[in-house]
């Protein structure tokens, strides 16, 4: 099977390139860095002929207003360029719990791109992940300085990067879901109980503070980022200590 990877050099699409090579599969990395530009179409065509899937793992270069507009084109030129190449199967990666936390421009963003490819002419799938581990130092740094970390107390159920590629690449080279796959990690913390552990794993003697208005994630509420009982997600295998102790 021919599967484009858009943003295929990035932290998921390199690992999602990788998987599914090793399964025998013809998996082409595809990037601003190999000339394709999805916000102009150039280099869709080239990229997209002879695919039997395109999984696009592209995002906004910002998570402010012009978020929206990012989706909107990068969508619309790649469901109008797969279309004409007879892909088969599109797959994209979004957040769980997106369309709950809509004072986030960015999250209105990705619900946006998830009902574009809902409306779009190619046979599709929808890959919802929860936050990464990955993610957890860019996360406090927003609200830290030399005396502390402010982090609100938003349940977060994170998850590996590695086992987000992994349930990208299994999700493209099966059937088109029409419809959306959630995964989540096995475990959820408070956003600052998982500072608190990621401190003092690394012997950072600064304390976390609970501050409700603290970063980006202080617009989610309750439980809106974490899976729900209803969605059947597959609850990925990898703790964030094991993450941690590699």
């Not at 004409?84 to 997106?98: C, E, N, P, Q, Y």
């Amino acid at each position: 099977m021919k599967i484009a990877v858009i943003g295929g050099n990035g932290l998921i699409g390199t690992q999602v390139v990788k998987i599914l090579t090793e399964g025998g599969h013809e998996a082409v990395a595809h990037s601003r860095a190999s000339g394709l530009d999805l916000l102009t179409g150039q280099g869709l065509p080239e990229a997209l002929t002879g695919a039997d899937v395109v999984i696009n793992l592209t995002n906004s270069p910002t998570f402010d207003d012009a978020s929206p507009a990012f989706f909107q084109q990068s969508m619309d030129n790649l469901l109008a360029a797969a279309a004409a190449a007879g892909v088969g199967h599109a797959v994209i990666l979004s957040i769980v719990g997106a369309e709950l936390v809509p004072d986030l421009v960015y999250y209105r963003a990705k619900v946006l791109q998830e009902d574009i490819l809902k409306a779009g002419p190619v046979p599709y799938s929808i890959v919802r992940a929860t936050q990464f581990f990955e993610f957890m130092e860019a996360a406090m740094s927003w609200t830290a300085d030399e005396n502390a970390v402010r982090l609100p107390a938003t349940l977060i159920q994170p998850m590996a990067a590695a086992d987000v590629a992994q349930a990208v690449a299994e999700v493209s080279v099966g059937s088109p879901l029409a419809g959306t796959c959630n995964i989540a990690g096995p475990d959820v913390f408070t956003l600052a109980e998982l500072g608190r552990i990621t401190l003092i794993t690394r012997g950072d003697p600064r304390p976390v503070v609970v501050d409700e208005s603290a970063g980006l994630f202080a617009a989610a509420s309750g439980d809106a980022l974490i899976a729900k009982d209803g969605d059947d997600a597959i609850i990925a295998p990898t703790t964030y200590q094991d993450w941690l102790a590699r």
